[in-house]
């Protein structure tokens, strides 16, 4: 055992502090090596993949990948072929690309939707003929999120309600909207506003689906996101802290992330302790569902709350996000130890 572990980055980006790294990828990197182990931060560019191999499988026994796979240069292929091999070669991958796709994809909810966790009415578009044939209909249902697979921090995700309310109270359900609907269309990125037409929105959405791991995923909208979003934060399989995100108040506004104005509080797994023996709960279906239990590193849960039959709080999934979690506003909280004390357990457990 080499006592080494790789983390993967890409060049440039938003997310890059001023020494070119995410600002929590030298925490992680120092903590692993106040553990006596050896860390060193790489960059992928394509045209370096075949001296990433060769470099990574002979000096290193595992890989940490942090990085937003929409925005990987020459698109994620090449990126998730190099971080498959080195699964193949024997390394630790965390996470591998098998990870990501089955619990961070986006129609991870669609898998999840004959359980608790997800409403039985949503669906996924992975080509532009079905998306053009269906959504007219699911529109007549009421408002819609449309979640691209893509993104990050909220961008490609829309809420999708009808400008008429006269016309959104009296629209038979099930009715295929004519194309020239007009639609108030609010992206959470920012939480802006458009008003746009059926047939020209569905046409600026075909740019989600088509390309690598493409699609879209129409959920229904849950109006008590206005209440705020609960995610729950994991370190393998420990849950570190709860974070509730309220968005900004007022209009439309939907959208949870910091850049739209939201705010976030950041309490222990007990304060929501509900919550928190639900998801462990459902950990052995969503394992079964989503095609087994390898556990990302560093993953989410996103819950938004519900009123159940009963009256009661129910709690519906939003997403699960693994590829790239960041948490440069908790480092306070010493994740990084914790990540680096899951991810050498994991080597030895696997290579020791």
Not at 284 to 299: F, M, R, S, T
Request: with cysteine.
């Amino acid at each position: 055992m080499k006592k080494n572990i790789v983390i993967f980055e890409i060049e440039g980006g938003s997310d890059k502090y001023i020494d070119g790294h995410r600002r929590d990828t030298m925490p992680i990197a120092r903590a692993i090596q106040d553990a006596g182990w050896g860390a060193e931060v790489l960059y992928y560019r394509p045209e370096w993949t075949e001296d990433l191999f060769e470099y990574v499988s002979a000096n290193a026994d595992a890989y940490i990948s942090r990085v937003n796979p929409g925005g990987i240069p020459g698109g994620e292929k090449g990126y998730f072929d190099l971080l498959t091999r080195l699964s193949e070669a024997g390394l630790v991958g965390m996470s591998t690309p098998e990870e990501m796709m089955a619990y961070g994809a986006k129609d991870a909810l669609v898998k999840l939707k004959d359980t608790d966790l997800v409403p039985t009415d949503t669906a996924a578009y992975y080509d532009v003929a079905s998306f053009h044939d269906t959504f007219p209909t699911s529109v007549s249902y009421g408002e819609r999120v449309l979640k691209q697979n893509r993104g990050s921090t909220g961008e490609g995700i829309w809420r999708v309600q009808l400008a008429d309310k006269e016309l959104a109270a009296s629209v038979e359900p099930g009715t295929a909207l004519p194309l020239d609907t007009k639609l108030k269309c609010t992206e959470a990125v920012d939480n802006h506003t458009e008003i746009r037409e059926l047939g020209e929105f569905m046409d600026f959405c075909d740019q989600y689906i088509i390309g690598d791991n493409g699609m879209l995923v129409d959920m229904r909208f849950m109006p008590r996101i206005v209440e705020g979003e609960i995610r729950i934060l994991l370190v393998g399989p420990t849950p570190v802290f709860v974070v509730h995100k309220k968005p900004a108040a007022g209009g439309d506004n939907f959208s949870a992330t910091l850049f739209s104005g939201a705010k976030y509080s950041y309490d222990k797994p007990e304060d929501w302790q509900e919550l928190v023996d639900i998801f462990a709960d459902a950990r052995p279906v969503i394992a079964e569902k989503l095609g087994g239990d390898d556990i990302p590193l560093i993953w989410t849960a996103d819950f938004m709350l519900d009123d159940g039959p009963d009256g009661k709080d129910t709690y519906v999934l939003g997403e699960i996000n693994c590829s790239c979690v960041g948490f440069t506003s908790e480092l306070d909280m010493g994740i990084q130890e914790q990540v680096a004390k899951e991810a050498i357990s994991r080597v030895e457990a696997r290579v020791g």
